[in-house]
């Protein structure tokens, strides 16, 4: 408690034992008599101020420590003690004085480093808060809150470990602290310990069995590792304890769209956002949901997309007018914006044009949106000229940096789906903006200048869906990079086996009644034919059960199926060897897994349907040059099914020659999907100089 200013003989020492019993009644008793004898016995003020705080007396408690302060202003503990009872009554500005006070009193106290950290914290002032609350927990590493402050902080700025460090420190000291336990599991989510973290967040609900926001984070937790029915059942729990958690809704769309229940997932959606307006990764995930139902119209698609756009444009207080890039540049300044510069098809489609683009042209800049980073981040960061993280900036500050940037043409990689950053481009940071390439419709921001597509996957007529204008590229809107130590394609099984194996290697959401209904068909015209398929969902046996019963409502015999769960990349490449052709999904047809299952040997049957979604199968396969796997109509996909297994001599000759041919096409041959796309680059910005001048 420090020394005081005057004393009575002994005095101190008393009052001194008397708080370190814990006697505060006492303490008050003794402590006010003192004071009113001895009027500017500074100790005995704050030892008043002291037991009325333990007392819960705050008002006098504090009136007792400033008397002390008055007394004694360089007491530097005192002026702690003040600072944070002011801070806990809600008054920040007078807490941080004080606790400034005690720090130029004694600038190493570790008490006033954390409680100044802790305060900073609380007002977003992240650096300085990080300095102090380092050094508190360097000095005195067991005073209570300062780890977790810590910790909250590292954990925000993507240090992980730092951050489970500290938080694991401030549990030892306070094991009954669940919300503490609580951030450990959030941390551990992120650090992809999903195991983990799901033991954590279940451990949490047990002590705290009606803490609604970790039953929406451990659903989750659950939905990221595939555990989509215990996801959904953690959602529902979440939503009986709070009723109006517009995110927990959105969350447990999300499940329900993987499950396939669209119906059910777009009525979450739309709960979420008559709960939170302007939610807009909500409306963003109902417009996913919508595009892959078979329910929804174009019509009604484009017209929930300009909603969107409607409510977005709503929501921004201020646009760029003007740009700071070149209007004549030697070489174009080009932005991508994205959460998926790692293991993902984005990055799939990417990385080949990156590293093949002409830099006497093209200056590329990559904006991440997401911390998370694998191998594949490392590539795109060396085939990048700049690299940008946005995760820590808001709206209005990720805008200003591009537009700081000079960026002459900004694209969006994400259109509608995680992490994107739709609401920066309604800023119009840059002066052309285009969507591409991992979505596959409208995004309905009017700000968004082009959408990058090619006359198969989306022809003229359907234009009209897109509030976007179309910007074609000749031959593919595609170009993928070729799968890195990917096994050799093997023999065609079925000359071995002596019947056909079909496969679809994608997510099962992608597998409604139509894609069940018509590959019944295609078995029943093929009796001697299996089915083999792999996703991430089939390790889960109920997602296995509920599957098994949809395809015999669909006519298809469960036993004719084998069903596979995930694997590592390379034995999920080596799988396509067990497969003689790829069966196509719709209306949500295949990208990734097509190109993989190409690059491996094994080309799909594909249905063009009626909107972009339904038509990049055939955009991927025309591209391959194979054009004859697209299909017009379902009775052609089962004539065709049925004309390629009865060969099974030519099936095997383009499985051997694929991979020679395929380097040589507008999907693979990435040189000259990028001569196209620098062109697109370049008259993208000449229609926009042309345009200034009218």
């Not at 959105?250 to 009525?267: D, W």
């Not at 990720?398 to 960026?407: F, L, P, S, T």
Request: hydrophobic letters at 40%.
């Amino acid at each position: 408690m420090g020394e005081a200013r005057t004393a009575p003989q002994g005095e101190d020492q008393l009052l001194i034992d008397l708080f370190t019993r814990g006697q505060m009644q006492a303490l008050r008793e003794r402590a006010d008599a003192l004071t009113g004898r001895y009027p500017d016995y500074a100790f005995g003020w704050k030892a008043l101020g002291l037991a009325l705080l333990a007392l819960k007396q705050r008002q006098p408690a504090q009136a007792a420590l400033r008397k002390s302060l008055d007394l004694q202003p360089g007491d530097a503990e005192g002026w702690t003690n003040l600072g944070i009872l002011l801070q806990e009554d809600g008054k920040v500005d007078e807490a941080e004085q004080a606790l400034r006070r005690a720090l130029d009193a004694t600038a190493d106290l570790a008490s006033a480093q954390g409680a100044l950290g802790i305060l900073l914290l609380g007002t977003g002032r992240m650096d300085e808060a990080e300095s102090l609350l380092r050094k508190a927990c360097a000095a005195s590493p067991s005073l209570p809150k300062i780890n977790g402050a810590l910790g909250e902080i590292l954990g925000s700025k993507g240090l992980l470990e730092e951050a489970e460090h500290h938080l694991k420190r401030e549990y030892a000291l306070d094991t009954g602290n669940i919300a503490v336990i609580h951030q450990i599991g959030l941390i551990l989510h992120r650090q992809g310990r999903l195991a983990d973290a799901a033991t954590v967040l279940a451990h949490v609900i047990e002590l705290k069995p009606d803490f609604a926001e970790a039953h929406n984070n451990l659903g989750v937790v659950l939905q990221q590792g595939g555990h989509l029915m215990a996801a959904e059942e953690s959602f529902r729990k979440g939503l009986v304890l709070r009723p109006d958690a517009a995110e927990t809704y959105s969350n447990l769309g999300n499940v329900l769209q993987r499950l396939g229940r669209f119906i059910e997932a777009q009525t979450c959606f739309r709960r979420a956002l008559a709960l939170k307006p302007g939610f807009f990764d909500a409306h963003s995930n109902l417009l996913g949901a919508m595009n892959e139902s078979d329910d929804v119209t174009p019509q009604m698609r484009l017209g929930e997309a300009q909603r969107y756009g409607e409510s977005l444009a709503r929501a921004v207080q201020a646009r760029f007018g003007t740009w700071i890039c070149e209007n004549r540049p030697a070489r174009l300044k080009v932005g991508l914006v994205s959460g998926d510069f790692r293991q993902h098809p984005v990055a799939y489609f990417t990385l080949a044009l990156l590293r093949a683009l002409d830099r006497n042209r093209i200056e590329i800049c990559a904006y991440a949106t997401d911390l998370k980073t694998d191998a594949m981040t490392t590539q795109l960061k060396a085939a990048c000229d700049h690299w940008v993280m946005l995760v820590d900036m808001d709206d209005d500050a990720a805008a200003a940096r591009i537009h700081a940037d000079g960026i002459h043409v900004l694209i969006d990689m994400s259109g509608h789906t995680a992490d994107n950053r739709l609401p920066v481009f309604a800023r119009r940071p840059a002066p052309v903006q285009v969507s591409w390439p991992g979505y596959f419709a409208t995004t309905g921001v009017v700000e968004m200048d082009w959408f990058l597509a090619d006359s198969l996957c989306l022809p003229e007529q359907n234009a009209a869906h897109f509030t976007e204008r179309i910007w074609y590229l000749p031959e593919t809107r595609l170009c993928f990079a070729k799968p890195e130590n990917a096994p050799e394609p093997g023999p065609l099984p079925m000359l071995e086996s002596g019947a056909p194996t079909f496969g679809c290697f994608q997510n099962l959401s992608k597998l409604g009644d139509r894609t069940l209904k018509l590959w019944a068909r295609v078995l029943d015209a093929i009796p001697q034919a299996s089915l083999r398929l792999q996703s991430r969902q089939l390790s889960e046996l109920q997602s296995v059960e509920r599957l098994k019963q949809c395809m015999e409502q669909c006519g298809i015999d469960p036993e004719r199926v084998r069903f596979h769960g995930p694997t590592d990349r390379e034995a999920y490449l080596a799988a396509y060897r067990d497969v003689d052709l790829v069966l196509d999904t719709f209306p949500y047809t295949g990208g990734t897994t097509t190109c993989e299952a190409l690059w491996m040997g094994v080309p799909t049957l594909t249905l063009a349907g009626d909107s972009l979604i339904s038509r990049q199968g055939a955009s991927l396969m025309q591209a391959a040059g194979l054009e004859d796997w697209i299909a017009a109509d379902e009775d052609a996909f089962v004539a065709k099914a049925v004309d390629f297994v009865s060969d099974p001599e030519r099936l095997a000759g383009l499985r051997t020659g694929m991979r020679a041919r395929l380097v040589t096409t507008p999907l693979f041959d990435a040189d000259r999907f990028a001569r196209h796309f620098e062109d697109a680059m370049e008259g993208m910005w000449k229609h926009h100089q042309e345009q200034k001048e009218l």
